[in-house]
């Protein structure tokens, strides 16, 4: 049995600052960039500020038809463009399985990342996540080697749950503008009842005894209790590990991923490996609405890793390989949705 850890524990469960304070090196398994594949840095503008990223290109050649581009948006956390988790680059991997499937990417650095003072000017998830997504996708179009109409969204965990919303702000800006999101181990219920769930599990699968679990869902009930009583002020720092203003908390309480997604008419993809615990069956049931594409995948951890036994924090710290599953589920999607106009 795997001790129990607090420090692996709070980790998990925390807004993850910890796991992007310093840039990780590449995993071993993923060390070069794939042959025929291009890079280069770029920045675009969001919110009076200028975003770094990187822009992956497939292959081309003179007579290649432009191919779909995708931005990715990373999960919770400090997160830089990658998806650094431990010694995986989570999202390099994403974005280089894309391109051998001939689907360019757009990755870049949360601006908790990049310019903390302002996300900290304006804490909640629209000026962490959702604004600067949306105008990615906007800088996406504007990419001379990529088809400016087959503009995709792919969102992991916070970035998934989130989603329907970057959508919902873009083509608001511009009807038409975004062909489909990719919802890959997302949430669909009230944050505080997932974290619950996430403490408890993690918690046991780590070894934890119901006795030494309990601290920590106590600390987070006092967290929601703070954060849904109107005598709290907004500015009031809470949470635990990362204390943020109570605004913050109240913003993520109040998002309904599911609502929001029915009123966008765009295709849809919902993804989940059966062996995370970051994301349950019930979000993947409760994200797969009608018309959707949906899969979950056999032996796959929170970042689409193979691993033995249950997760508990651990296995995503650990060198591995994004799946080819799910890799091919993912470009096929979109290359199917992308011929379908």
Known sequence: MIRFSPAIFLACVSLGAQQTATPAPPSKTVSSLPAGVTEREVSFPTDGLSAPGTLTVPALTKTSPKPPIAVLVAGSG????????????????????????????????????????????????????????????????????????EVFLVGHSLGAQLAPDIVAMRL????????????????????????????????????????????????????????????????EPIGVGVKLPAGYWRDWLKRDPVATMKTLHVAVLVTRGIKDVNSLHEDFVLLSVPGATAEEFPGLNHIYM????????????????????????????????????
């Open 78 to 149: 400090v997160q830089d463009r990658d998806g650094t988790v431990g010694p995986n680059k989570f999202l390099q991997q994403i974005a280089w399985g894309l391109a051998q499937h001939g689907v360019a990417s757009l990755r870049y650095d949360r601006r908790a990342k990049f310019a903390m003072a302002s996300f900290m000017a304006h804490p909640d998830l629209d000026h962490e996540v959702v604004i600067d997504a949306a105008n990615a996708l906007a800088y996406a179009a504007t990419v001379p080697e990529v088809d400016s109409h």
């Open 306 to 341: 193979p691993i033995s036994g249950v997760a508990n924090g651990a296995d995503v710290m650990r060198p591995g390989t994004v799946s080819p599953q799910l890799l091919d589920k993912l470009a096929g999607w979109i290359a199917a949705t992308a011929a379908s106009r």
């Open 172 to 235: 608001k800006q511009e009807p038409g503008s975004v062909r489909g999101m990719a919802l890959l181990s997302g949430v669909a219920r009230p944050i505080d009842v997932v974290i619950d769930e996430q403490i408890r599990t993690l918690g046991a699968n780590q070894g934890g005894t119901p006795e030494q679990i309990a601290p920590f869902v106590a600390q987070w009930d006092e967290v929601w209790k703070a954060a849904k009583d109107p005598a709290t002020s907004n500015d």
